[in-house]
């Protein structure tokens, strides 16, 4: 028909109608590109939404006392025994020590089967291995246990002063001798301070 509109390009293939329709170009490639600045504007919005920092403090926030500083959970230092940690010490205090001590003990108790003997002179006979400390303030666990380890004696005097680093079967000992011993049915009792390390 002479007035009828042909459906068909010169080349026989059918038109596009994509192209050649306004309608059919906005359900398609419009559309589609409107969806995708909206979804590009919604990221941009929720990023920045994320990245935000917390406000400022307001003039309430601001008046008020500030909070109680935080303990450190640093590890303390070890060169003192009464910096350690709680835990570290077993028992800590005055002990009388004469023969074969127990150490192991909760108290310690004297006499009671314990590794360090003693001769009728008082010399003490550390058997698990002992050690004489001569720094200005009492050893850390660590330095208690490398001297025992490493300078260890077959016996020592005990006068006075002298400071013993001493391991036994489970523990590390420390004592300070505080007083010349009383010698009580051939055995010497020595006053001393203390530490035994868990």
Do not use: H
């Amino acid at each position: 028909m002479a007035g009828q509109r042909d459906s068909r390009e010169a080349d026989g293939r059918p038109r596009s109608e994509t192209v050649n329709n306004p309608r059919n170009f906005w359900r398609t490639t419009g559309l589609a590109t409107v969806l995708a600045a909206a979804m590009g504007v919604a990221g941009t919005l929720l990023a920045q939404q994320m990245g935000k920092k917390d406000p400022a403090p307001g003039p309430a926030e601001t008046s008020r006392a500030p909070s109680a500083p935080q303990k450190s959970s640093a590890p303390m230092s070890a060169s003192d025994p009464s910096e350690a940690a709680p835990s570290e010490i077993r028992w800590q205090g005055k002990f009388a020590l004469t023969s074969y001590p127990d150490f192991e003990s909760l108290p310690p108790k004297d006499n009671a089967g314990g590794s360090m003997s003693q001769d009728i002179y008082g010399t003490l006979y550390p058997s698990g291995g002992g050690a004489v400390w001569t720094g200005s303030r009492p050893p850390s666990k660590q330095e208690c246990s490398d001297l025992a380890d490493t300078q260890s004696r077959e016996k020592i005097d005990p006068v006075p002063g002298t400071q013993v680093c001493l391991k036994t079967r489970g523990r590390v000992v420390y004592f300070k001798v505080v007083g010349a011993g009383e010698r009580e049915n051939w055995v010497y009792r020595y006053q001393t301070q203390l530490i035994v390390w868990n």
